[in-house]
């Protein structure tokens, strides 16, 4: 059954050892931010650093894993039709508006939607680590200024994962603007036996 997380808004979940999550982008161009955490011992957690040292890439696709700060497998990624995700950028937050945007207004973001969805598993927001960007296009000029770019993923895009030990798993419908290319939709997922 296809679940749906509306638009700037977030979920999360547990996915048992060899659980398949299919997360989709139904109308194309919309982010999804992406944490795990084993769900035996919240203190491992998806680790950009490990997963980026490990794939040697810092394009995540079909064939890699995503890495915990212990140096383990915590998902393997089996099928990517979009192709551009990344570690590179933390869960927009209400400070990413005020300094990114000069907006001092309540502005809803990844890493509110992360650590409140979680908070029911234990784990508080110091805990919510770099999210696996689904469907971000991060580009970076020979200087290694980064711009994010629109995605580029079409409508009915996904990525299919394979969970390599219990987790807990927490997704968005990522709120900032510049990622989503001004506008912002909802992501559909699927947990597959």
Not at 74 to 86: P, S, V
Not at 157 to 172: G, R, S
Request: proline content about 5%; aromatic content about 10%; some cysteine.
């Amino acid at each position: 059954m296809v679940q749906v997380i509306e638009k700037q808004t977030g979920t999360a979940f547990k996915l048992k050892k060899g659980q398949k999550l299919k997360v989709i982008d139904p109308q194309g161009e919309q982010v999804s931010d992406m944490v795990l955490f084993n769900a035996e011992d919240p203190r491992e957690k998806i680790s950009s650093g490990k997963t980026l040292d490990f794939e040697e890439s810092i394009l995540i696709t079909k064939g890699d894993f995503l890495w915990s700060n212990r140096s383990r497998k915590m998902m393997e990624i089996l099928e990517d039709t979009n192709g551009r995700n990344d570690f590179l950028l933390a869960p927009c937050s209400p400070e990413t508006f005020q300094i990114m945007y000069n907006n001092h207004e309540y502005h809803p973001s990844c890493f509110e939607n992360l650590h409140t969805n979680l908070a029911k598993f234990g784990i508080e927001p110091d805990d919510v680590p770099t999210a696996f960007n689904i469907f971000m296009n991060v580009q970076f000029d020979q200087n290694g200024k980064l711009s994010v770019d629109p995605p580029l993923s079409k409508a009915g895009d996904h990525v299919l994962f394979e969970a390599k030990m219990d987790l807990f798993v927490a997704l968005t419908a990522c709120s900032a603007e510049d990622s989503n290319n001004g506008s912002f939709k909802p992501i559909h997922y699927q947990i597959l036996d």
